[in-house]
């Protein structure tokens, strides 16, 4: 019988099985997935002359020649000096070991490992083993160095885990025997025996492609038998959806269409939906929200249309009336600020069914608001909203729909960890027309420069945003702050109507600029990053970030995004200082060389690691265990091949050669 608990391993307590939980096991089989985090090669030894600072560890074959006592806090402390086969001469600090002076009888010879330490060319050590058998110190092999937790050790964790290879051997297949073949992968039982005790190093890396790869392809398996087999069922697009899309200036893009066909899909399924709608800024995700809602309106819903901001919320509502008002839809805004009476009328509209669309902030899920029926909630920018808010929106309806916008694209192999349980729309094309914006990286020598190309762009009529780090001057730092750099841009174009945003200005106040620069009264804004979401101006061309190399990937990507809106050519200009560290640097050129959000998530990914990108480095992430979303690429297209074909020919898992993949566990 193959142990199952954690503590039918021998040796293994109480006190151990907690190390091993905090590790990632929860039973005993979940030991052969806790991988060695380094190899340390005993093959050939390593004599005191082969110590450096990076791997102070050596194991070889010494002879002991000296003995003597020095004082120290104990009273006193054995020293044992010996030498190696080249004759090296190394001090054993024996610290409340004094049964070693018995044992280490002079000229007598002996196998050793030890982390050593050189001090005015003299080699001393305070930690090592010593044994007579070279066996005993697993010389001759290469040897796992686990990652380890409370009062484990690496010798107790190396028999942990030899305990449980050898109970489980032979370990089972995991996969059909047409893949391991077809994608060069070790059969599982080799492939753990080899990630713990390899022969040669090369063996490690084949054994974890293959546990690699068996994770993300029943990661992807689950991902595509989830997904609703693709019926030809085409949903009806109702009288009120044509009306809106007849009356539009452009036509909507293929992504437009097809992202809507599969909302509508859901739509119309008795399972709520929970999609992600990603798309660069810009692609138009907002129509399809408004396209999609009228879907849900038509057979009698609610819609709420949540967004991050009151600013965001308020050009929203403004769209939407302009769209749909005119449709007949009963339409509401619901923010903070709207209180008293007003407000009560609201939530009583809401209550009785008068309104159809809800567009607000997270206001419209505060505890009081009450609809009649939401069926479906829309949440743009949905990464800013934390998770425990948009549970609280879930709660105003009976499981409601539920869609996600997200300008942040995610990249696809994070989407399949972080987002598995959620169905992703994506939209690549972006509506026709559409110039891609020139970026400029800018010294500090030639800022001149670039205020002069941004006062022809506004002689000709168009408007620009200038953005800092900070609102105001900090004695400490030398980055121009937004208060400075209102006032020295107007000397630079007196003539020209400005204003400045920030986060500390009055939400009305903020309105009636945004307003103003909307229509053209203003023509450049002054402002902190609070410009970076959702506005949207399509007479401005110039984006001006001073201090770029400040902003993270996904900021400086969604700022640039409120440029190039149109169809006049659009430019960014990245100031950096001289000062640039090597990311900064790193994170400026992806800017240059590419518009394209989806690249820029996953070098934004490379550079940062999955766990800051979700913003959410706990919840929710899955961990993988061998593969990395960061460097298996390849691996994770070959997982998708396989898994695709598999639930397209054996959705339910019947056949004989696919039963090893109805074992959910190992
Ligand atoms: P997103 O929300 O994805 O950032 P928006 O929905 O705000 O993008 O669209 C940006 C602008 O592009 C809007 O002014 C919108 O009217 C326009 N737009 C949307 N779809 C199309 C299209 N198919 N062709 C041309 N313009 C479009
Ligand atoms: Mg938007």
Redesign the pocket.
Known sequence: MAMTRLTDIPSVGKAAEKDLKALGASNARDILDIAPRAYEDRRRGRRLSDATVDNPVIYCKIEVEKKSYFPSKAGRTLRVECSDENGDRLSLLCFSRDYLDKMLVIGSMWYITAKVQKYKGVYSSASFEIKKDPKELLFGTIIPIYPLCGNLKQNQMRHIVKAVLDSYSPIADRLPEDIYERNGLMHHDQAYHLLHFPSELEDVKKARRTLAFTELFRLELEISREKEPDTKCRPVITAKEKALIES??????SD?LKVLQEIRKDLDSAKPMTRLLQ???????????WISALHEIAKGGQVAFMAPTELLARQHAD?AAQLLEKLGIRICFLTGEVKNKSRALLEKALESGDIDLAIGTHALFSGKIKFKNLKYVII?EQHRFGVGQREALKQKGKDPHILM?S?TPIPRTLALTYYADQEIST?KTM????IPIKTYLVSEKKREDMFRAIDVEFKRGHQAYFVYPRIEEDGESDLRPVKRMFEELKTIYPPISSAMVHSRLEEEEKNRILADFKNGKISYLVSTSVVEV?I?V?NATCMVIEHSERFGLAALHQLR?RVG??DIPSYCFLVFSDSLTEEGKERLSVMKQTNDGFLIAEKDMAIRGPGDITGNKQSGFMKLKHASLVTDQDLILLAKKEADRIAKEDRGLLKAENAVLRNKEG
């Open positions: 539009l200036p452009f036509s909507l893009t437009q798309g660069d800024v810009g692609s138009g995700k907002t129509l399809v929200a769209g743009d916008m300008a939209i509506p026709a027309g559409r959702g949207d399509p995004g809106r149109s």
